[in-house]
Nanobody
Framework: QAQLVESGGGLVQPGGSLRLSCAAS????????IGWFRQAPGKEREGVAC????????SYRSTVKGRFTISRDNAKNTAYLQMDDLKPEDTDAYYC????????????????????WGQGTQVTVSS
């Protein structure tokens, strides 16, 4: 059974950093593109960043570009989201997800394309 488990969330002050991890089991991560999404209560889930299956291509939401970095280690079946210069508006539940893409060189930052979701980890940015 495929499972994605996020970790690394927590409370951080504005300007601080967090590194989220996504550990996969029951699937071979290199077969999938990976996306990080976030969602606040009562709002739609939105894409934050994605990375192609071989790691050669990434895409970011405009509001996090230059502050967040997505990466993956296929040998460890794990993905990461490094979040720097965090702002209060980054406060959300963050979800790891994987999706199948026909090409290993692209990823799609759209919840409708997701094959598997993690359970989420809360990130709170507050002084």
């Amino acid at each position: 059974q495929a499972q994605l488990v996020e970790s690394g969330g927590g409370l951080v002050q504005p300007g601080g950093s967090l590194r989220l991890s996504c550990a996969a089991s029951g699937l071979t991560l290199e077969d999938y593109a990976i996306g990080w999404f976030r969602q606040a209560p009562g709002k739609e889930r939105e894409g934050v960043a994605c990375i192609s299956s071989r790691g050669g291509s990434t895409s970011y939401r405009s509001t996090v570009k230059g502050r967040f970095t997505i990466s993956r280690d296929n040998a460890k079946n794990t993905a990461y989201l490094q979040m720097d210069d965090l702002k209060p508006e980054d406060t959300d539940a963050y979800y790891c997800a994987v999706h199948v893409v026909g090409l290993s060189t692209i990823c799609i930052l759209n919840p409708a394309n997701v094959n598997y979701w993690g359970q989420g980890t809360q990130v709170t940015v507050s002084s």
